[in-house]
């Protein structure tokens, strides 16, 4: 019954920032860690960061001090701030629920993807 939603994708120019942002709904948000994946065409599908309940953060090195990764319970609502956008961020991001790894088997729930395209 868990839904999330991800909104804030855009076409945007290398060096720009961007927020995407993840409603959760049919559940505990407050309960539960949250993670971001991102998947270009022709790529699996990578692990881009996760926050806990009590808002530690964990980020993969391509984007660790480019990306920030916040949550407000009080809206059931994760936030990815990605700052310093390179061509190579170009992808669908995901949000996803019901885990705490770096892999997407670590997780039960996931959103439908939004897209992230940076110009060159």
């Known amino acids: 019954q868990v839904q999330l939603v991800e909104s804030g994708g855009g076409l945007v120019q290398a060096g720009g920032s961007l927020r995407l942002s993840c409603a959760a709904s049919?559940?505990?948000?407050?309960?539960?860690?949250m993670g971001w994946f991102r998947q270009a065409p022709g790529k699996e599908r990578e692990f881009v960061g996760a926050?806990?309940?009590?808002?530690?953060?964990v980020y993969a090195d391509a984007v660790k001090g480019r990306f920030t990764i916040s949550r407000d319970n009080a809206k059931s609502t994760v936030y990815l701030q990605m700052n310093s956008l390179k061509p190579e961020d170009t992808a669908v991001y995901y949000c996803a629920a019901g885990g705490w790894g770096q892999t997407t088997y670590d997780y039960g729930y996931w959103g439908q993807g939004t897209q992230v395209t940076v110009a060159s």
């Open positions: 926050i806990s309940l009590g808002s530690m953060t």
């Open positions: 049919g559940g505990t948000f407050s309960s539960s860690a």
